[in-house]
């Protein structure tokens, strides 16, 4: 192992205080992302006489955008997981050649949404709504997110490699200038103000994606100019089959596990529109609030990504052990900090969207109920991160079906046939984590046993 690789903070610095300063700016540009794309929904439940039908539009379109996110948040932890682990062997050409195939995947991962923005959103929308207003809105909004997806798609693959490197203050920097442009613009371009015409959700659309393609210039700015540890020259986007083999092999569960969200909720809005489109209206919001705290739960995953794959690559058990831990402790505050502010504010929070009473109302009985999953769910998080970053993406992938498909879907489609469904039915979210976490302890026992406790101890 050269002495360069173990300069590196991620192999040196103590965890705990290494997870936070790695996972702070993550935390905050994770939340900043699920603050602007809970704007886009705040903006348009504003739009005179049309708010609930608005709302319920980008309902129908975030399965798509989701998908979106888990492909290239996949393919970015396939990325992470093998960038961190070869920096931690000192093998600069190899982690220089994964980045440069990184980018090159992401390129043909927007071509493929560029097709199906193209000439598929119609057939998706109409999949899940009858409603002409709602159709038309939310094939005018999910169209022009896909045909200019390249911001979104290109930006998170150059955001991985900025993490995998441990510069995660810039990564954060990049986020948050691309989430403060969509900020603004959205009243801008939604309502006609300064002088800009009136657009409606297109504008809301088009500010979305002109927030994405800023973040993206910033990404690829700091990764050319800041990235030392690796070459970034651009002959390395030469496609090579043996690593593009080796970053699905561990990001093609991360991008099932990932879709596994999208697909949840295109399932969950076709069972929730049986008892009535306010319901789907107010899981929609819900969702989109419930995001703050799960994306900073997403966020300290990422920093805790690389941490244990770069030790991995190390073979150092103890900093692997203390890495864990901690996240586990982390994650567990931090949802169970979110579940209590949601019991306490949800209301207050919920009465920014104008929406009817009865959405407003439902929306605030999801928030009673499935926030009792949330610590659950924040050590589930980390267990499928730190599998990512071990290489053993299967096992990440089983737990997230447990949570997000194999048990919620059908339990919903049970509880919507009895009377008061709109009630209760959103206990199915929370049982799923219980289950989920009960197999994410399984697992680890038997990872630490076969992977973690052959390692050495360097007690850094």
């Not at 800009?196 to 959700?201: D, N, S, V």
């Not at 107010?282 to 989109?288: L, T």
Request: net charge positive; glycine share 10%; proline share 3%.
């Amino acid at each position: 192992m050269s002495e360069k690789a173990i300069t590196n903070k991620m192999g040196v610095q103590p965890i705990g205080g290494l997870i936070l300063k790695m996972g702070v700016p993550m935390i905050l540009s994770m939340m900043l992302q699920a603050f602007y794309n809970i704007v886009d929904s705040y903006f348009v439940s504003n739009m005179e006489g049309v708010g609930d039908a608005a709302v319920n539009a980008l309902t129908l379109a975030f399965p798509i955008q989701a998908l979106m996110v888990a492909i290239g948040i996949g393919t970015g932890v396939g990325v992470n997981s093998l960038l961190s682990r070869y920096l931690g062997m000192g093998d600069k050409e190899k982690a220089s050649r994964i980045a440069g195939n990184a980018i090159f995947l992401s390129i043909c991962t927007y071509i493929l949404f560029l097709i199906f923005g193209l000439f598929f959103v119609d057939a998706y929308i109409s999949s899940q709504t009858a409603d002409p207003l709602i159709r038309e809105m939310g094939n005018s909004y999910l169209s022009i997110c896909c045909i200019y997806s390249f911001g979104s798609v290109i930006y998170m693959i150059y955001e991985k490699l900025i993490q995998g490197t441990g510069k995660t203050v810039l990564s954060t920097i990049a986020q948050i200038s691309g989430a403060l442009t969509n900020i603004v613009l959205d009243p801008i371009m939604i309502f006609g103000l300064l002088g800009c015409p009136k657009m409606g959700i297109e504008g809301a659309a088009i500010a979305t994606v002109i927030g994405q393609v800023v973040s993206l210039i910033l990404g690829m700015i700091f990764h050319h100019t800041k990235n030392k540890e690796i070459d970034t020259s651009f002959a390395y986007l030469l496609p090579d089959r043996r690593i593009i083999a080796d970053i699905y092999r561990v990001g093609v569960p991360a991008i099932i596990m990932q879709a596994l969200m999208s697909v949840m909720t295109y399932c969950v809005n076709i069972i929730f529109v049986r008892i009535s489109g306010s319901v789907v209206t107010a899981y929609g919001i819900y969702f989109k609030i419930q995001q703050f705290v799960f994306f900073a739960a997403f966020g300290l995953n990422n920093a805790i990504i690389p941490i244990v794959a770069f030790n991995y690559g190390m073979k150092d058990k103890d900093r692997i052990k203390r890495a864990i831990r901690c996240g586990m402790i982390y994650n567990a505050v931090i949802m169970l900090i979110g579940a209590v502010l949601l019991q306490l504010f949800g209301d207050h929070i919920i009465g920014l969207f104008d929406v009817s009473a009865e959405v407003q109302a439902l929306s605030m009985r999801a928030i009673h109920i499935i926030t009792f999953g949330y610590v659950f769910a924040g050590v589930n998080v980390i267990f499928q991160g730190v599998f990512q970053a071990l290489g053993e993406g299967f096992k990440s992938l089983i737990i997230s079906s447990v949570r997000l498909l194999i048990v919620v879907i059908p339990l919903a489609a049970f509880l919507t046939t009895l009377p008061g469904a709109e009630n209760f039915v959103w206990i199915a979210f929370p049982i799923a984590e219980a289950c989920g976490l009960v197999v994410s302890v399984i697992f680890m026992i038997r990872t630490s046993k076969r992977k973690i406790a052959q390692l050495g101890d360097r007690h850094r």
